[in-house]
């Protein structure tokens, strides 16, 4: 046992030697390391990236210093958790748990800690539902909303009229793959398309039978909600088996740069959903160079910058600073509590004019997010892959999801996890 | 007609599958054979080679980001590409002083131990490479492209569809993935067979002692085992990484070998590629067939419990050494 | 000088046959358990509960599991996952099922469900061994994990497949949920720590235990003898799934709180329990305790050293401890192959005569 004392009184030490307390802290519970690394490290960047620049253009937030707290997680659920109850006595203002396990994992232990999570574009859909969900956030758009979107895209594409199309579901076999099921499945309904469903198993290197079903049945669309290798790997036979790639589209997850490289020429025309521009023409990215890449401070080896993840990961950054400054509005004092920090975040409001003074023009979409409303309006858009330039562009504007059908399921899915857990939905 | 077609497509890149899971299971059986070891680091082994490789091609300066964390230099690239033969070579040296160290300084203090200890150890080493190979080339996303097509194989596709109506698909990669895997077999027996050093590679997997004995150094043999257990992981490496590009997931391919493996038997070459072929097959058809009934996302199971039926009649594997227990 | 056995006479058998004979190993015993359970909850804190102590004792139980199967019988099993996928499966069930039964005895049954599905997986055993048999009892990991993702029924067809954990209690104490006290979750985990391992300590010294390692030592020399092989075997994966079952419904309930099985059961879990035995000691109690702190501990005290303390990039650091822990695997094996519980047995040998050697 002595050697586990040692550890203890060790471990114990550096816990008392931790970072000091900071002004504004702001977890980042990364993943650069892992089996998904690759797709850690640039939203990681950016995050860093963007809490960086505030601090050396702008002088902090309201004059006070954002501090990054980083962590990594590896995409692993017992880290992350680890990572949450290291970091949450430092004064942590708010999470962004970048897992969908870790997300449901911080859902009841934030909300007993009572410090915000902002699970952005994943997690649990519902958590939509303010008033059941007080300290969870998930806007601007999550699964259901992203699978709504996808389908409206088709409706566009076919003059609103997808009668007896086949659509077909590519998903990780995980919770993440099975989020768009419920809602596709009433879509199928709604709008009488065929829906098939095709499993990936973890990690998904080995996809040749289910594009084997793929190209038998040949579905006129493929969705797929893919992640890590499962996606350049999808990505690559959809080419091998010529696939038209214009009617294969990714979740936002499946649209990064990292994805469509490995298939060569093979993958231009790919589409993917966003809740964000892509690429770095944006005015903020002179900033970056200027204030963190040109003094040394970037978090990353600069390659990344403009890349749809990176972007995603300043995105991110942007929406958490922005809901820092309402909730020092409201409060009054620049030196804010989580408490104040969740106030702020449900009287976000983006508009066109706050992104582009921010030098983020048409970045994103507007939205307001509300006490009741934790989602946003839930607008996204679509982006395809142009192998030759090698860059994503945006080729729709953002449009909202069919709320019709998606707001029962919303509804449904939080009362029966108000009633699991005896939570009283609070009025707003 | 068609359906037959689409059948006979299903096994034939079931087959192909198999060959690519083979091409990882080789590597295993070599090393069994020669040292007795289950050398659990062969998936990150294939990892690591890769990423050495693409880094050459590259001009990647290893450790970088060590590099520029410890002494704020950032270099990240030598500014020059080097050809992808070369480069390949190359890698193969460092998979050869990869072998040396491996031998000198874990190996040799282990002789003797007994069989989990070995493959514990051998785990270890796969933390090891793990957290160093990402130290030394990043766990970014790398493409790797050494000239091998993708895609259709647009002549079969046509002449089928012209013959019956019906164009199957087959994958050029898994085309050039069966024929180096050929190659390598072969080359492999030619080997073991008609040189002195693969002779003596036989006489160690026969029998350490015996081989000790009349005068072979059973350490040299090691580091010579694992050098090429080394360049297989870099042809699997090669072959998996052209497919999906060279990031972590490439060392879970071990995890698609070891059905493979117990199926062939841990001892045999031929084994190593006829189980291959059985697994590769039997999931595939298995998925297509009967998968979408059962909610799909089966292979991973049912490549095991194929392989534990066999087991059930031969416990040693389809080629597997025969069991002899004396008490 | 520091570990003295002179002067302990013991009369009878039974006195002679306790699990600790020597009166300064009895009192230093006593003496941990009287830190971990009335030092530690007075004392333990969020961060502590669930990063250290909390999976220090669930990862105990699950190695003693294994140790049970591996150490003394000799069978080395990878479905240690899968089947603490079952033992947390059916703890959810039984919860949600049955919600006026204490917690305590769902976890318990959640345990014997899990012991029925591993003498299933076991039955394998009785023809096929050694390495052969560690990869086929992978079948029984991705197979188990493949079907609670699947059948709906056993995540109560909750949209997402996640499981929660709904909020219990023992004696009006809650014990799962976000808001229970740390102190009320350590000391519910600590109490089936402390009842298994004297369970296993007192099984393993008993006559099924002989029969385990006479299976271990050489299974047709035993069967030879009178051992029956399949019963050994049976007895084995029956007691090996049971605590493992366990493990998992304290993993799910008390710890998590919240699972998905692809992430949480996944096969990596079924190696962390296979490293822990090897490198704290197979067939050995204490060596269970010392490689799940070992694996446990080991992680979070690197990174704390080189994020914390040096304030190095977290990537780095992260590398940095695979490197570390896997040349720390080699190491220790090189230098003692037999585990940490060979290693501090050597050390015991030490300190009875240090410092006067001769």
């Not at chain 2, 052209?242 to 070998?257: H, T, Y």
Request: net charge negative.
């Amino acid at each position: 046992m002595n050697f586990k004392k040692l550890a203890l009184a060790t471990a114990a030490t550096m816990m008392v030697a931790g970072p000091a307390m900071a002004d504004l802290v702001f977890p980042s519970l990364s993943y650069r390391t892992g089996p998904y690394a690759a797709n850690g490290i640039p939203f990681a960047d950016g995050y860093a990236d963007y809490l960086t620049l505030v601090n050396q253009r702008d002088g902090g937030i309201g004059g006070e210093t954002a501090t990054l707290l980083e962590c990594e997680t590896g995409y692993n659920t017992e880290k992350g958790v680890e990572c949450y109850e290291s970091t949450k006595g430092q004064g942590a203002l708010l999470y962004q748990p970048l897992s969908t396990g870790i997300t449901y994992q911080l859902i009841p232990k934030a909300t007993a800690d009572q410090i915000p999570v902002h699970s952005m574009g994943y997690g649990r859909t519902s958590a939509a539902n303010g008033s059941v969900f007080e300290w969870i956030f998930n806007y601007p758009t999550n699964y259901w909303y992203g699978a709504s979107i996808a389908v409206n895209h088709m409706l566009e594409l076919n003059g609103d009229d997808i009668s007896g199309k086949k659509v077909a579901l590519v998903y990780h076999n995980s919770a993440y793959g099975k989020e768009p099921i419920r809602t596709l499945e009433e879509l199928s309904k709604k709008h009488g398309f065929e829906l098939s469903l095709l499993a990936v198993d973890h990690p998904g290197q080995e996809q040749k039978s289910q594009w084997l079903q793929i190209r038998r049945d040949r579905p006129d669309y493929v969705l797929m909600w893919g992640w890590g290798v499962m996606n350049q790997v999808a990505i690559q036979e959809a080419a091998n088996i010529r696939f038209p790639m214009e009617n294969f589209i990714g979740i936002w997850w499946s649209g990064s740069e990292n994805d469509v490289i490995p298939a060569g020429d093979g993958a231009n025309g790919y589409k993917a959903l966003t809740f964000h521009q892509p690429g770095g023409d944006a005015p903020i990215f002179a900033d970056i160079q200027k204030h963190v890449v040109d003094a040394g401070l970037a978090a990353g080896a600069g390659d990344q910058i403009g890349t749809v993840l990176y972007n995603r990961g300043l995105y991110a950054a942007m929406l958490a600073v922005e809901a820092a400054k309402t909730a020092q509005e409201l409060a009054g004092a620049s030196d804010i509590t989580p408490a104040q920090m969740r106030d702020g975040m449900e009287a976000l409001s983006i508009t066109e004019a706050k992104m582009a003074a921010l030098g983020l023009p048409n970045f994103g979409p507007e939205f307001q997010v509300s006490c009741a409303n934790h989602g946003g309006p839930g607008l996204g858009a679509v982006q395809q892959w142009d192998a030759a330039s090698g860059t994503w562009s945006m080729i729709s504007d953002f449009s909202g999801p069919d709320l019709d059908v998606i707001q029962p399921l919303i509804d449904e899915d939080s009362s029966a996890y108000a009633a699991e857990n005896a939570i009283t939905p609070r009025s707003c | 007609m068609v359906d037959f077609l689409i059948f006979l497509e299903v096994v034939l890149n079931g087959l192909m599958a198999g060959v690519m899971y083979a091409l990882v299971a080789l590597g295993f059986v070599l090393i069994f054979k020669a040292s007795g070891i289950f050398n659990y680091a062969q998936g990150v082994m294939a990892l690591f080679a890769a990423a050495t490789l693409v880094g050459l091609i590259n001009g990647q300066v290893p450790f970088a980001h060590m590099i520029s964390a410890i002494t704020g230099v950032k270099v990240h690239h030598f500014g020059w590409h080097i050809n992808a033969f070369l480069a390949i070579a190359l890698t193969g040296l460092v998979m050869f002083a990869l072998a040396v160290v491996i031998e000198r300084y874990i190996l040799k203090h282990l002789v003797n131990q007994e069989p989990i200890i070995l493959f514990m150890a051998t785990i270890g080493l796969a933390f090891f490479m793990e957290g160093f190979s990402d130290l030394m080339w990043g766990s970014e996303l790398k493409a790797l492209d050494v000239g091998i097509p993708k895609g259709i194989v647009e002549p079969l596709d046509e002449a089928t569809f012209n013959a019956f109506g019906y164009g199957m698909y087959i994958d050029w990669l898994d085309v050039y993935a069966t024929a180096i895997a050929i190659i390598l077999v072969v080359s492999l027996t030619l080997f073991s067979q008609y040189t002195k050093t693969g002779r003596a590679l036989r006489a160690v997997a026969d029998d350490h002692q015996a081989a000790l004995s009349v005068g072979i150094s059973l350490r040299r043999i090691w580091v010579i085992v694992w050098t090429i257990a080394g360049i297989v992981a870099l042809v699997a490496g090669i072959m998996w990484g052209s497919k999906s590009g060279v990031q972590f997931s490439l060392s879970l391919i071990a995890l698609k070998a070891l059905p493979v493996l117990i199926l062939g038997g841990f001892t045999s070459i031929p084994g190593a590629i006829v189980g291959g072929l059985i697994i590769g097959v039997g999931e595939k058809l298995f998925e297509y067939s009967i998968g979408p009934m059962i909610g799909g996302a089966t292979e991973n199971w049912f490549a095991y419990v194929l392989a534990l039926a066999f087991l059930i009649f031969r416990p040693q594997g389809l080629f597997g050494d025969k069991i002899i227990e004396r008490v | 000088m520091f570990y003295r056995e002179a002067g302990d006479f013991k009369t009878s058998y039974a006195a002679d046959g306790q699990t600790f004979p020597i009166s300064f190993d009895k009192a230093r015993y006593f003496f941990v358990l009287f830190i971990a359970f009335i030092i530690i909850p007075l004392v333990i804190n969020d961060y502590w509960e669930k990063s250290i102590l909390i999976p220090f004792l669930v990862w105990s139980i699950a190695a003693l599991g294994l140790n049970i199967l591996t150490g003394y019988c000799g069978q080395v099993s990878l479905g240690t996952g899968g089947f603490m996928a079952v033992g947390a499966y059916g703890s959810y069930k039984l919860m949600t099922a049955f919600p006026d039964i204490n917690i305590f005895f769902h976890i318990v049954a959640a345990g014997g469900i899990t012991a029925a599905v591993g003498i299933f997986f076991g039955l394998p055993s009785l023809r096929i061994k050694g390495f052969y048999l560690a990869v086929a009892t992978l079948a029984a990991q991705f197979f188990l994990v493949w079907l609670f993702n699947k059948v709906s029924w056993f995540y109560n067809y909750s949209a997402s497949g996640q499981i929660t954990a709904p909020t219990r209690t023992v004696f009006g104490i809650e014990v799962t949920g976000p808001t229970a006290e740390p102190w009320a979750t350590y000391l519910f985990c600590l109490v089936f720590v402390f009842a298994l391992a004297w369970i296993a300590r007192n099984l393993t010294r008993g006559r099924m235990g002989r029969e385990w390692m006479a299976i271990r030592d050489m299974d047709i020399a035993a069967e030879i003898i009178g051992v029956n092989p399949l019963k050994a075997k049976l007895t084995a994966f029956a007691v090996s799934s049971f605590f493992i079952g366990i493990a998992g419904a304290l993993y799910f309930t008390v710890w998590f709180g919240a699972v998905e099985p692809t992430e949480a059961f996944g096969i990596i879990q079924s190696f962390r329990v296979l490293f822990m035995i090897i490198i704290g000691g197979l067939g050995s109690i204490f060596g269970c305790f010392a490689g799940a702190a070992f694996i446990v501990l080991l992680p979070v005290l690197l990174k704390n050293i080189f994020v914390g303390m040096l304030g190095w990039p977290t990537d780095l650091a992260a590398h940095l401890e695979f490197v570390i822990l896997g040349g720390l695997i080699v190491f220790f094996l090189i230098v003692e192959p037999h585990g940490l519980a060979q290693l501090w047995r050597v050390a015991k040998e030490k300190l009875r005569l240090w410092p006067f050697p001769h």
